[in-house]
């Protein structure tokens, strides 16, 4: 994934971290998601995508953390994610 990182290929990268995800879905996601973030503090996708990882694991309080920044950067995302949150935990 470094390639990737290195390139600014943020959507590959995505999609070869959720491929990783599959064989261990929830550590492996969120640092991966974390990496993909420090990249790119603004890329909803990943911020969403590690809320729901964070719940994965049963962390509320870490999603509802990255639902504040999605508020921030995409409402649509955020709610989304909220919803999940109050549907599951």
Request: no cysteine; charged share 25%; net charge negative.
């Amino acid at each position: 994934m470094m390639s990737w990182y290195w390139s600014k290929n943020y959507e590959k990268a995505v999609h070869y971290l959720e491929e990783s995800t599959k064989l261990n879905p929830h550590d492996a996601a969120i640092d991966a998601y974390k990496q993909a973030i420090r990249i790119n503090p603004d890329y909803v996708k990943a911020h969403y995508n590690l809320g729901v990882a964070y719940l994965g694991l049963g962390d509320k309080s870490s999603a509802l953390d990255e639902y504040k920044v999605l508020n921030e950067l995409d409402k649509e995302s955020a709610d989304t994610l909220f919803k999940l949150i109050n549907k599951f935990h």
